[in-house]
């Protein structure tokens, strides 16, 4: 059986993980409480995974990486489909994966006015925020992110952005929003919204188009930004923002893990 010694030697020790526990298994099952599997951010996986126990640790694995939590999970095998591989009865397994990591991250392009009700609306709903500008001024008026002071043309200074976190574009102005679009389709996390009136967002398509993206692309982008829940002012729309956000990583949850 894997240790945890072995295991913690193998995983990385500053990256993402999840470790899968088993805590309790009831009838034939091989099993023993105390089993230990895993998977790392870059999808490797550590110890035995057979048959449809196997093919359940993978997706559970990749659902906790995915969503950056834990959670507690059973295995259910009935008698006809453990006969098909030898075993006399079924199976009822508990297994606990446990992810370790800083989970996903809110990357909000602009350090405009409703930059630091975002982030008061997205550290209630427990959240890691970055912002990003190319405005020190603005930046420096930021509390409670990490903030980055980023080169739009030289596409320099940019925080890692993963396939599990979520880019919010809300320039100053809008006046970089062509190119956070072009950052985030490079990085390509989970979800890009930006924000944006009909007539802009009409506008800002057009010179999309023409840097080479397509239709199916622009179609990728949450715009105008938020949850359809009649927000007006610069509060309601950040909660309409953070409310869209929460609502996608609980459908992407579910999408991935089931």
């Not at 006399?88 to 297994?95: L, P, S």
């Not at 925020?129 to 903030?147: M, Q």
């Not at 080169?151 to 979520?166: H, R, V």
């Not at 199916?216 to 309601?236: H, N, V």
Request: hydrophobic content about 40%; proline content about 3%.
């Amino acid at each position: 059986m894997t240790t945890l010694k072995n295991l913690i030697e193998k995983l990385p020790y500053s990256g993402e993980y999840v470790l899968a526990i088993v805590v309790s298994a009831k009838s034939s099952s091989f099993r023993k409480s105390g089993e230990l599997y895993a998977m790392d951010e870059n999808g490797r996986t550590f110890g035995k995974f057979e048959g449809a126990f196997g093919e359940f640790l993978l997706k559970n694995l990749k659902r906790a990486l995915f969503s950056g939590e834990s959670f507690l999970e059973r295995f259910i095998e009935f008698r006809a489909d453990a006969g098909k591989h030898g075993a006399t009865c079924g199976e009822r397994t508990e297994v606990f994966f446990m992810y370790q990591g800083e989970g996903p991250k809110v990357h909000i392009f602009g350090a405009g006015n409703i930059t630091p009700l975002l982030l008061k609306v997205f550290e209630v709903a427990g959240l890691n925020c970055t912002v990003i500008d190319d405005d020190e001024v603005f930046l420096s008026k930021i509390k409670g992110a990490r903030t980055y002071k980023v080169d739009y043309n030289k596409m320099e200074g940019f925080p890692e952005i993963k396939p599990i976190d979520f880019c919010v574009i809300v320039t100053r102005g809008h006046i970089r929003d062509l190119e956070a679009l072009k950052v985030c389709f490079e990085k390509k996390p989970r979800y890009i919204g930006m924000i944006g009136s009909e007539k802009k967002n009409t506008e800002l398509k057009e010179r999309f188009i023409l840097e080479g993206f397509g239709e199916e692309d622009w179609e990728k982008i949450r715009t105008p930004i938020g949850l359809d829940i009649g927000a007006k002012s610069p509060g309601e729309i950040a909660v309409a923002i953070a409310a869209e956000i929460i609502s996608e990583r609980r459908k992407n949850v579910e999408k991935k893990g089931v």
